[in-house]
């Protein structure tokens, strides 16, 4: 079959909060998949720092983290000359669509939110509006841009549902305004479970640093936690319904080695527990070594990042700005006299562009006529 030069590329659109140290889950169960998706698709990526301010925030470790994560992110392999990758507070359409989106969500379906649920257990002093409304924002960073596909993990699943009820229920009301988008979920590292906890998600928010093992953690922090991960009394590498921590290591194991769980259950046959955690935690330093020393370089390199996420800001706004417009027009709302002579500047733009082409074109073949 004949493949068509100009067929779009399909759109992929991701977020991550900069909500502390980016941990292994982040990025074997969403950042991993970004780096690898680039080339195939059209991506577009940011740093949900509206998002991450749902939970009371240090201004200055937050913006420190937002520093590092951006840092982080191109060391993991982001480029933004392929993809735009910008911080979201600094484009105005997110907030905006957002509100227009949350006159479209039910109380009853953000209530329903299991992040919700946790997040106000886990921050019963500071139960706000943003945090119950945190879906209809993600929902806007999503739509704006059109993605066909988001990756993230498998925790985001409940969001990605939501987010395409949002969109058919719009495109329902006004016609087709958003392009309905799909999850895109890893099949391993879809969920790491904490090293201490192997019932819950291994989370950068965990007080307990012990449960999870951060991007930037040395080697010998990497190998102590995992020394220390709960296992459990079998004392066989093998995985089976009821060993979570030893599912969870081998998983990871799997990750970052490539190695099916046969394999692992073979070479590690009749070696115990001490042999298997040291070698998950040497191949995870090992992993994350290259990276933590381009990490080293970036964060250094304090213009360049903030060359790379004003670009990133730029382009993003000039492609959100579109479907805002569009669903605002479709609302109802009046549009603004401003916007529509910056619009008639431009198209005037393109046409005289267009025009000088014709003219220069006319002259050209009026020259070779007379020559
Ligand atoms: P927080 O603890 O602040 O809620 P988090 O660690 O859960 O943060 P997010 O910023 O909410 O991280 O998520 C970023 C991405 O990482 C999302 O795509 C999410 O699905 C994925 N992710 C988060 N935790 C895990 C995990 N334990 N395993 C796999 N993927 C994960
Ligand atoms: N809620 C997400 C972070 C996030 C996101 C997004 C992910 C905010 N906006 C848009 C994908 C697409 C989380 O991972 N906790």
């Keep these: 079959m004949e493949t068509n030069q100009n067929e779009r590329k399909k759109v992929i659109f991701s977020a991550i909060q900069p909500s502390g140290t980016i941990t292994l889950g982040n990025y074997l169960g969403a950042l991993k998949n970004w780096i690898d998706l680039q080339d195939d698709y059209d991506c577009i990526f940011a740093l949900a720092d509206l998002h991450a301010i749902t939970v009371r925030q240090v201004p200055a470790n937050f913006r420190h983290n937002t520093l590092e994560a951006y840092a982080l992110l191109l060391a993991c392999g982001i480029d933004p000359k392929k993809s735009p990758f910008f911080i979201q507070s600094q484009v105005p359409t997110h907030a905006q669509l957002a509100w227009v989106l949350n006159c479209y969500t039910q109380f009853g379906e953000l209530q329903r939110m299991t992040q919700f649920k946790d997040k106000s257990a886990k921050h019963a002093d500071n139960v706000n509006a943003g ?54 979920i890893p099949k391993k590292g879809a969920r790491i479970m ?66 099916s769980f046969e394999q692992i259950e073979k070479d590690f046959d009749g070696k115990g527990y001490g042999d298997f955690k040291t070698a998950v935690g040497e191949a995870v330093a090992e992993h994350l070594r290259p990276i933590q020393e381009r990490y080293n370089e970036y964060i250094k390199n304090k213009d360049y990042l903030e060359k790379c996420y004003t670009q990133g800001a730029e382009t993003a706004y000039r492609i959100s700005v579109r479907t805002l417009t569009k669903a605002m027009k479709k609302v109802g709302f009046v ?15 393109q046409i005289f562009t267009h025009k000088k082409a014709e003219t220069l074109k006319c002259v050209s073949t009026f020259l070779l006529c007379i020559l």
Excluded: W
């Design 131 to 184: 945090l119950f409304t945190y879906p209809s924002l993600m929902a806007a960073d999503i739509l704006l841009y059109q993605a066909d596909l988001v990756p993230v993990g498998s925790d985001q699943k409940q969001h990605m549902e939501l987010t395409r009820n949002i969109a058919e229920r719009f495109n329902g009301i006004y016609g087709s305004v958003f392009k309905v988008p799909d999850a895109y």
């Design 194 to 259: 904490s090293l201490q906890d192997p019932s819950r998600k291994m989370s950068k928010s965990d007080e307990n640093v012990n449960g999870y093992v951060a991007v930037l953690d040395k080697p010998e922090v990497i190998m102590k936690k995992f020394k220390r991960a709960i296992t459990d009394n079998d004392a066989c590498v093998r995985y089976a319904e009821g060993k979570d921590g030893i599912n969870n290591l081998m998983g990871i194991y799997s990750c970052v080695t490539g190695k």
């Design 335 to 349: 549009p603004r006299a401003h916007n529509k002579s910056r619009l008639t500047n431009i198209i005037n733009c």
